[in-house]
């Protein structure tokens, strides 16, 4: 009785279709516009839909894939008319001469649920489904089924008949989380479906009917049966011969699965976080989260930015980055092996001197996506590695100092503070060389205040230093005494002033383009004098006094110049090694995640070795 008086409701309903149709879209206009109730209905009833990320290395080639669905949105114009015309005749062959429902469908369909007693039979049109798909609930009462038959009435005279069918070909599902027949087919058979045959075609199109029952991994027959049924409609329809039918049927199917390109997981998650980045600064959040007024406006815009970055990459992207694949791979290998077997932990980052680009990166021993990544989000106190930026070079920047100029390096107290040497050792007057080359704890609190706390950070402010905050301006500073500090790639990134005096951040992303190959993002090319060609030469000499004399004994020359600097902090928690040579800039920290002492390590020169690693081709 139920099922009857629904259908007398349905087909009392159909003749106001004709009238009602005009109603509702006069109401959707007044409320805004059709297309912005169609979204607020996608966001309450459907899942989101999220296109897949592709990244690239710098050759080009994809090192990894990000999605949960597999998707490959088509143009029509991309999709062979031999897939449309199994669909067409398969699901709608009323397709271009009804107004989005088939009332004869409906009539047929109810008299096969009359019979069940059930809701069973579809007669659903193309736009039906498409509405399902983007709007509707798919389950079967007939209250939704009206709903249905409105809207797609309605999504008819809003689209035309090409871009419905497209819509249908893109969001078809095919089990597997595979959505869409060009993903389809790069899923099953590993191809575009432009070079599929027509038998390939046609096995796919078996699927989306009933993705459980025909899952060609697991009732591969039963799919291959389908596919045969498809064939046989279209010769009955006369678009195919008995003979090409035939061969077709005929035709081996041979799956050849697409596997997920998940390399490199240190890499291609530094490249989501610095994708972050770029969006923020491109579109002037960055800027406004610099200007915010106090922690509310922040909250707020970090929120902003989140939501910014989910919607840009819901939409699928192709992300062209600068990573070196060989040079990762032995990074990472060799890095983790000097590790081994000690619970000890490091993070690095390598920039190419010729692009400024991040080509390379180490986030731990052992790590997997989503893990603690120590290249970017260890922030750790530098120690002595910092003295270079914050004491040497504005010393030189700031007066007719030289490498032979004495120094004071004994004891030293300015108010309550005074610092110490390593070891305790006391000195009398040294040269700068000669402080910098042996890490003179004093001879660098007593240069960083005759440049001034103020002047000396002035002039690392162009390196954006995250984490460093107005109360880290003390004379702790010049021996690496932060509240937090700095990260690897922060500190890679600083030292890259060296190469030759000018500064731009260094980057990953190349540029950020859609699906067809719009560029949406990119970083500017910007570039910052920070230090004079005089102070670069004298840096750069006594970083390479360090190498052949000092504390950085051990790293072997590879190129024609190689200088660097070491850090150590309290206790011997944290390890840092910062430099240079003709090829790469690199900054190494080595320590335990909870901090506690690695002088044995120290003594045995863990960090040299792998600063070393890092700069080898």
């Known amino acids: 009785m139920k099922q009857f008086i629904g259908f007398i409701f349905i087909l009392l309903s159909i003749p106001l279709l004709f009238v009602v149709q005009d109603a509702i879209a006069v109401e959707f206009k007044s409320a805004g516009s059709f297309n912005d109730q169609m979204n607020d209905v996608i966001e309450l009833s459907a899942p989101k839909v999220n296109v897949p990320v592709t990244l690239k290395d710098g050759n080009g080639l994809i090192f990894a894939e990000e999605y949960i669905e597999w998707r490959d949105p088509l143009p029509l114009s991309s999709i062979p008319l031999f897939a449309r015309l199994l669909f067409l005749e398969s699901e709608d062959t009323g397709f271009f001469e009804h107004k989005g429902y088939d009332i004869a469908a409906i009539v047929r369909a109810f008299a096969v649920n009359s019979a069940t007693d059930d809701v069973r039979q579809g007669a659903s049109t193309i736009t039906q489904q498409v509405v399902r798909m983007r709007f509707l609930s798919t389950e079967k009462t007939y ?35 595979v959505y869409g027949i060009g993903a389809a087919a790069t899923y099953y058979f590993s191809k575009s479906v432009d070079k599929l045959n027509e038998a390939e075609i ?10 459980s029952l025909y899952d060609p991994l697991n009732h591969f027959d039963r799919t291959k049966g389908r596919q045969e049924l498809l064939l046989s409609v279209l010769t009955k329809n006369g678009f195919l011969t008995t003979e090409e039918a035939d061969v077709h049927k005929n035709t081996a199917i041979v799956l050849n699965l697409k596997k997920k390109v998940t390399t490199f997981p240190a890499y291609s998650t530094y490249i989501l976080a610095e994708l972050t980045d770029l969006i923020a600064q491109s579109e002037g959040l960055s800027e406004k989260m610099t200007y915010a007024k106090d922690d509310a406006e922040k909250i707020a815009l970090a929120a902003i930015i989140k939501q910014r970055t989910a919607e840009v990459l819901s939409k699928g992207l192709i992300i062209e980055t600068a990573l070196n694949p060989g040079k990762q791979r032995r990074d990472e290998q060799t890095i983790s092996s000097l590790l081994e077997p ?19 990166l180490f986030a731990g021993k052992n ?16 120690g002595s590695a910092l003295k270079p930026l914050l004491v040497y070079a504005p010393l030189f920047e700031s007066g007719s100092y030289t490498v032979n100029t004495p120094i004071y390096s004994g004891a030293i107290c300015i108010g309550s503070y005074c610092p110490t040497n390593i070891g305790g ?33 002035n002039y690392i402010a162009p390196f954006g230093f995250k984490s460093v905050t107005q109360q880290d301006m003390t004379y702790a500073a010049a021996l690496g005494g932060f509240s937090k500090g700095m990260t690897p790639i922060e500190m890679a990134g600083a030292y890259s002033s060296f190469i030759d005096g000018k500064y731009t951040p260094a980057h990953a992303i190349r540029a950020v383009k859609d699906r067809a190959g719009t560029i949406l993002y990119e970083w500017p090319d910007d570039k910052e004098d ?20 000092g504390t950085g004994r051990g790293i072997p020359y590879t190129t024609s110049y190689t200088g660097a600097k070491t850090g150590t902090t309290d206790h011997y928690n944290d390890l840092w090694v ?19 002492s690695i002088k044995l390590l120290s003594d045995q020169k863990l960090h040299l070795r792998i600063f070393s690693t890092l700069l080898q081709d």
Not at 579 to 596: C, E, K, M, S
């Open 143 to 177: 209250e939704r089924k009206l709903t249905e038959l409105f809207y797609a009435a309605e999504l008819e005279k809003q689209s035309t008949k090409d871009e419905i069918l497209e819509m249908y070909m893109n969001d078809m599902y095919f089990g597997h989380q």
């Open 202 to 211: 046609a096995f796919l199109a078996a699927i989306p009917n009933n993705p």
């Open 342 to 360: 000690t619970g000890v932990q490091a993070g690095a980052a390598v920039i190419d001197n010729e692009t400024r680009e991040i080509i390379s």
């Open 367 to 382: 790590y997997k996506k989503a893990d603690f990544h120590r290249a970017f989000q260890a922030v750790r106190q530098p």
């Open 425 to 457: 050792f006391v000195y009398g007057n040294v040269t700068v060389k000669e402080a910098f080359r042996q890490s003179h704890n004093t001879a660098a609190v007593r240069l960083l205040q005759m440049i001034g706390v103020e002047e000396a950070f």
């Open 530 to 549: 920070v230090w004079s060609a005089a102070t670069v030469t004298k840096i750069r000499g006594m970083m390479s006094d360090v190498v052949l004399n």
């Open 578 to 596: 910062g430099g240079l040579n003709d090829n790469y800039t690199t900054a190494v920290w080595v320590g335990y995640d909870r901090p506690q």
